[in-house]
């Protein structure tokens, strides 16, 4: 979908020119979208809804795709609610929101914390034939972040925003079926669903209480081409034994800084896909793809306008002018999403070596060592290049001396590699790495061996 083309998501849908059936497959079922032809999946008529502030407040992410199918065009505004929103949160974003209308589906554990004038029931089936014509709106899209402390930010996106980057030719284009780790009820997930439903293609949806493997299964089965996920998504994926079920012919990474080690990881696992990382953020959009097998991205990306899209570094920091940008955020007291230039600072910190640039984290999450900084995921690219490393997890502990020591965590590629006779020289190993590779304050001054590390709702190793 082109910025500033009109039609809703399901006037696309039930349009289309090509005849190709497209679908959603969730866990135990799947839908063929052309079936909205047939009507709606609504309780209540569109028509009912029409001009409101509509909450997404959804148990199940098939539910929740027909609901943002059916409420595009038609809604003023529709808030998507992510499943880890805490509860006493929600109270919140209802008023930033203004919401009038909430869509759940009968699983939804939080229907009863909602009281809207209009309350409707989603169902995976067509419940009503309704067949009316409705003025196409401009629907505002209404998305939350993650990671924040308290209250997510609550961000105003619209359709075009959210597809312009789409427009770009990518690897990324000619999928018959995506498949993502991400819930799509968050903004890297959502990027997926819109690019499915745009580009013709079917979709496998994820399970926050799905195991890895039958994951895996499910996207082997119905055949996945293109699929997405976070690195840590991709390295838990790469500990299974059912990897090798799956042949994309694209594989994508977001959300975390995309290391050498994971890259390469991809490549030896999917020597005929694709393979390519983005960088994006709810506030900014997705900035840039890049998709040469390399860690980082070429320094020609800074002060060119690319698609569009425009990015300076100030103070270390990444900063990005784009017409995917968000509109703003909503709330009370909500500062100013960018700057009087309408460049957003992501708050990712880059370095420049040689002629490319390379993610070394995030401005909040500086580790301080006795008045040295520290970012994690500096040290963590280092340990993730040992052979024998899965994934690792950098973090402070409090010392009397120097405020902070580093310690790491690791999770190692085979059980075998824990085994006690071995550990102290694979221990031995990963320290000479960092050792040779880094200066002597970003060096753990302990490492433990875990069989496995926390990760986030969004898909991220849950940093604390």
């Known amino acids: 979908m082109l910025p500033g083309d009109t039609k809703s998501l399901r006037d696309r849908l039930i349009h289309r020119s090509d005849g190709a059936d497209q679908y959603l497959h969730a866990v135990r079922s799947s839908f063929l979208l052309k079936d909205l032809l047939k009507g709606s999946s609504l309780s209540v008529r569109r028509s009912e809804l029409y001009g409101l502030s509509v909450l997404v407040a959804t148990h199940d992410q098939l539910a929740a795709a027909l609901a943002m199918i059916e409420l595009d065009g038609c809604a003023r505004r529709i808030t998507i609610l992510p499943p880890d929103v805490e509860t006493n949160h929600i109270g919140a974003v209802k008023a930033a929101a203004a919401i009038d209308a909430v869509v759940f ?117 119905h055949g996945v081409t293109h699929i997405s996920g976070t690195p840590t998504h991709w390295r838990r994926a790469m500990m299974s034994s059912d990897l090798c079920a799956i042949a994309p012919r694209y594989v994508r990474l977001s959300g975390e800084i995309a290391d050498q080690a994971i890259l390469d990881s991809l490549r030896a696992a999917f020597p005929h896909a694709a393979i390519g990382h983005a960088y994006a953020s709810t506030e900014a959009g997705v900035a840039f793809d890049v998709n040469d097998g390399l860690a980082g991205f070429p320094t020609v990306f800074i002060g060119e306008i690319r698609d569009g899209v425009e990015m300076k570094v100030l103070d270390g920091c990444l900063h990005v002018r784009s017409p995917r940008t968000a509109s703003r955020y909503l709330g009370t007291s909500q500062p100013a999403l960018t700057d009087s230039d309408r460049f957003v600072d992501t708050g990712d910190i880059v370095e420049r070596r040689d002629d490319r640039c390379y993610f070394v984290g995030r401005r909040g999450g500086i580790i301080n060592v006795g008045g040295l900084k520290i970012h994690p995921e500096e040290i ?58 880094l200066p002597r304050h970003k060096v753990p001054a302990a490492i433990r061996f875990v069989p496995t590390l926390a990760v986030a709702a969004t898909g991220k190793l849950a940093r604390r």
């Open 105 to 221: 589906d009968r699983d939804s554990p939080r229907c009863a914390l909602l009281d809207p004038a209009v309350r409707v029931v989603l169902t995976p089936s067509i419940v009503s034939n309704e067949q009316a014509e409705l003025a196409p709106l401009r629907t505002e899209w209404v998305l939350l972040t993650s990671g924040t402390v308290g209250v997510p930010k609550i961000i105003l996106h619209d359709l075009a925003s959210l597809t312009a980057a789409a427009a770009v030719a990518s690897p990324a284009d000619g999928a018959a079926v995506w498949g993502t780790f991400y819930d799509i009820r968050r903004y890297g997930g959502l990027q997926i669903f819109l690019r499915a439903i745009l580009g013709g293609a079917s979709l496998v949806l994820s399970s926050a209480d799905e195991p890895v493997a039958d994951h895996l299964a499910r996207l082997a089965k």
């Open 380 to 437: 963590e690219a280092v340990i993730n290049r040992h052979p024998q490393v899965r994934m690792s997890f950098v973090r402070p502990k409090q010392s009397p001396v120097t405020g902070s020591i580093v310690i790491a965590e690791i999770v190692l590629k085979s059980e075998s590699d824990c085994v006690s006779a071995q550990q102290i020289e694979v221990k031995n190993d990963i320290l000479k790495l960092c050792r040779e590779a």
